[in-house]
T-cell receptor
Framework: DGGITQSPKYLFRKEGQNVTLSCEQN?????MYWYRQDPGQGLRLIYY???????QKGDIAEGYSVSREKKESFPLTVTSAQKNPTAFYLC?????????????FGQGTRLTVV | KNQVEQSPQSLIILEGKNCTLQ??????????LRWYKQDTGRGPVSLTI?????NTKSNGRYTATLDADTKQSSLHITASQLSDSASYIC???????????FGTGTQLKVEL
């Protein structure tokens, strides 16, 4: 099946720890995105990548890091510098070279700091 | 600053009834507008997309309208079902479609 897969679905982190959220897509999309969703707020862009080996900060990049070594993969690391990491994280991908392209979303990872 | 505002914030309706959700945006340059449905704990799924020249677009029981002059869109749900209970998110694209601005969503609950 073609799609975008996030893992794990639930993740618990102790304070001071780094954790990495996985995002894999087999849609052959060049662009991939990470969003954070908090209750009562719209999705906020953390990082995005338009092409392999290139990525850009979004609106709330502080305390996060990413890599894009492969077209299919765009892992997000939540570092200990992120002061309020508990949230629902969504990964998306799209083909940016097509007009009116759709962003396809993964099923999300819920991160909780314990 | 690009913004997308949705109303109401939440809505409860009886099964079988119709409802309309609103979206106002101040996004420039405008590329397209999508409505997404997001079930609890899941990723959003696209329902409709409209470009500048389109006024209405239907997808089954979902009908979206767009007024590019007033920068308003609506999503009308006909004959609601329990499975329609979800968050509905308005998303406006700019800059060729790669810059997305999300609304905060309308939480819809359909009851018996």
């Amino acid at each position: 099946d073609g799609g975008i897969t996030q893992s794990p679905k639930y993740l618990f982190r102790k304070e001071g720890q780094n954790v990495t959220l996985s995002c894999e897509q087999n849609l052959n999309h060049d662009a991939m995105y990470w969003y954070r969703q908090d209750p009562g707020q719209g999705l906020r862009l953390i990082y995005y990548s338009q092409i392999v080996n290139d990525f850009q900060k979004g609106d709330i990049a502080e305390g996060y890091s990413v890599s894009r070594e492969k077209k299919e993969s765009f892992p997000l690391t939540v570092t200990s510098a992120q002061k309020n990491p508990t949230a629902f994280y969504l990964c998306a991908s799209s083909n940016p070279w097509t007009a009116n392209t759709e962003a396809f979303f993964g099923q999300g990872t819920r991160l909780t700091v314990v | 600053k690009n913004q997308v505002e949705q109303s109401p914030q939440s809505l409860i309706i009886l099964e079988g009834k119709n409802c309309t959700l609103q979206c106002n945006y101040t996004v420039s340059p405008f590329s397209n507008l999508r409505w997404y449905k997001q079930d609890t704990g899941r990723g959003p799924v696209s329902l409709t997309i409209m470009t500048f020249s389109e006024n209405t677009k239907s997808n089954g029981r979902y009908t979206a309208t767009l007024d590019a002059d007033t920068k308003q869109s609506s999503l009308h749900i006909t004959a609601s079902q329990l499975s329609d209970s979800a968050s509905y998110i308005c998303v406006v694209s700019s800059g060729g479609g790669n810059k997305l601005t999300f609304g905060t969503g309308t939480q819809l609950k359909v009851e018996l």
